[in-house]
């Protein structure tokens, strides 16, 4: 039986960042949980993060992040360093998690096989229901004069009519 948990979405806009998540864990064909939370502040409020996959392997990666940006005081720097210790690491390989971390400037899609990815246009997703809500996030960013944490809820929410993976059940960090 496969798990599948929660749909993660970000969206970058005049100066601010949202990240939502929803809260739906699936196993199989039945919904176990409804407000699973992986969408948070971390390094002082400076920076928010969400992942998707398994909540041991994201608070893992979630907390190596954050050691790796005090470290570093810059979210580039500090996402590259996390990529090749995921990547090169034994045990961390093993994780099956993937992280969105971002500030106002900047926002990256985080993988175990090293990817650090800055999307173009402001709007990254990940999760079981990531492409269904990266597409209203991206048609509501041309198409509207919504703000980054409006257009986060609006585009989860057209996910979660979508997939079934997704649910209403949402959580919205915005900085600043």
Not at 91 to 99: N, Q
Not at 134 to 157: F, P, T, V
Request: charged share 25%.
């Amino acid at each position: 039986m496969k798990i599948r948990s929660t749909t993660i979405l970000a969206v970058r806009r005049d100066g601010k960042l949202a990240i939502a998540g929803d809260g739906q864990v699936t196993l199989d064909k039945t919904i176990v949980k409804h407000g699973a939370r992986k969408v948070r502040k971390i390094a002082s409020g400076k920076v928010l993060a969400g992942f998707a996959g398994s909540a041991a392997d994201g608070i893992t990666l979630l907390e190596k992040f954050e050691s790796k940006f005090g470290e570093y005081k810059d979210l580039t720097r500090a996402a590259v360093e996390l990529a090749k210790d995921w990547r090169q690491d034994r045990a961390l390989r093993r994780l099956e998690a993937l992280l969105i971390v971002g500030n106002v400037e900047h926002l990256f899609i985080l993988s175990g096989t090293g990817d650090v990815i800055e999307p173009d246009e402001g709007v990254a997703a990940i999760g079981s229901g990531g492409p269904y809500a990266q597409a209203a996030a991206a048609a509501l960013l041309r198409n509207s004069s919504l703000g980054a944490e409006d257009i986060a809820r609006k585009a989860l929410e057209i996910a979660g009519e979508i997939c079934i993976y997704t649910n209403d059940d949402i959580v919205v960090e915005t900085l600043p």
